[in-house]
């Protein structure tokens, strides 16, 4: 495999699961613990790898609330969306900001620690924002699956021991 | 009426005596009383199957697509099957007349033999194989003629040693490719002298393809697409093994259509038809379930890689597998026979393996270790037959 394709084949793995050693993908894809920690910082130093994150089943009471926020965004000359979604980016409760075609413009992950502190949020620094038109929040009440993991598993189905 | 009790020896047919008792069906009760095993004894995907393709089955059963369905198969479904078989397999069927459904490829594989064997018939198949063939040959009364395969020609049969066994009476040549329980393929030069083999002696060429989609290697059209080869090739195929299916048991055939009508004969008779639900997620799977199915190929190679290497480490010599999921290591240097070693590892290591003789004599010296088992549980089960060879070592 050259460079590029394997590249290509990390970063699949790493999304499936950010913690597989170098030796388990080297081993995977026919390659070495070594080349393998050498592409990485590569995909790192290049900013293709930005970090990496759990995926937490967090359904118990622990505290933290989060929320979806719909964005109608006035657009400017030149910079388009980018200016407003660069200065949402920076306030440390949004974890993710994604510019999305349809009835809206910004779609906004946010997290707080109670109903209020959002809604704080959303009526004290987000919507009087220059260039933001309206916003829509929405609550998250369960999760189900998150980054391809599903929460409930299949109930399990022993295959026979020996099949020939 | 003190005489009631019948004078008979038996009530079972001779032929079906006859058939041995497979010689590890020990081996498999003692792996079935045992628990937290490891078992690289699993020839079947560890997917469950695709979501989308599980949804088709039960919408089916919402709409009440719950009949019989006309003796070859669903024609939409033998359509797809076709258009399938030209994408994948570089040949092309008539859907009408060329194609038959069958209840997996078993029962493909039956329904053929009984279509075109006469008693007395001899068929010549390579060695190891998979277990059903010399049986399912016997009970149409025909003749099985295995040929040796061995791991210094990376388990392709060689056309010399067919020659060595064909007499006026062979009429069936018998392939698996890739291979069950070894992983061999055949290269088109392979592919090619076989079919000049089987031409030279006007045999006809069953062709069981089951692992076909499951190929790391280069793919190359089918066998029966070789010039002069459609006329005298039947192509087995099924859902098993490519889409994670072996519970819906569907299979096809796809060949000339008087063999299709033979064995349409014989699957009438005796089956009727798939089952309509399971027709219904076949003909979901192949007009969409092309990413999920090279999604777990790709999986696969990557296991296939992991354990390969790691039995090479260890000692255990092993053929680089290009397709199936089997690895077939020579567990020589151990200085145990396949069954003792098999039956050791398991007592010892609580990890299940397959005696290479299972699927034929040839296999001594082998064991079948299948990789469509996650990957946490490989790496167990390689650290933990490490350790029995370290052991074994230190005896
Ligand atoms: C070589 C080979 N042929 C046929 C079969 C039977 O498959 P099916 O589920 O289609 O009956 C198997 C299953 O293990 C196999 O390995």
Redesign the interface.
Known sequence: MDNESLKREVVALLRRNARMSDQEIADRLGSTAGTIAGLIQELERDGVLMGYTAIVNDQSDNGEVRAIIEVEVRPERDTGFDIVAERLAKFPEVQSVYLVSGRYDLRLEVAGHSLQEIASFVSGKLAPQDGVKSTATYFLLKKYKEAGVQFSKDEKHERLKIVP | MSDSKSCRKSWVAQHIAELPRSGIRD??EL??TMDD?I?L????P?F?TPWHIRDAAIYALHSGYTCYTSNLGDLRLRKAICAYAKENFGVSYRPEQECIVTVGVSEGLDILLRAVLNPGDEVLYHEPC???YAPTIRMTHAVPVPVRTEAKNDFVVDVADLEAKVTPRTRVLLLNYPNNPTGAGLDWAAKESLAAFACRHDLLVISDEIYEEVNYAKRTPSLAGLPGMKDRTVLLNGMSKAFAMTGFRIGYACGPAAIIEAMMKVHQYSMLCASSIAQAAALEALQHGADERDAMCKEYM??R??MV?RLNDMGLTCFMPCGAFYAFPSIVSSGLDSTTFAKRLLQEKRV?V?PGP??GASGEGHVRCAYATA?GDIERAMARIKEFLQELKSA
């Open positions: 081996f498999f792996v079935n095993v078992s004894g699993i020839g079947e560890d469950a998979y277990v059903s990557q296991r890689n992991v290497k299940a397959v299972a699927f990957m």
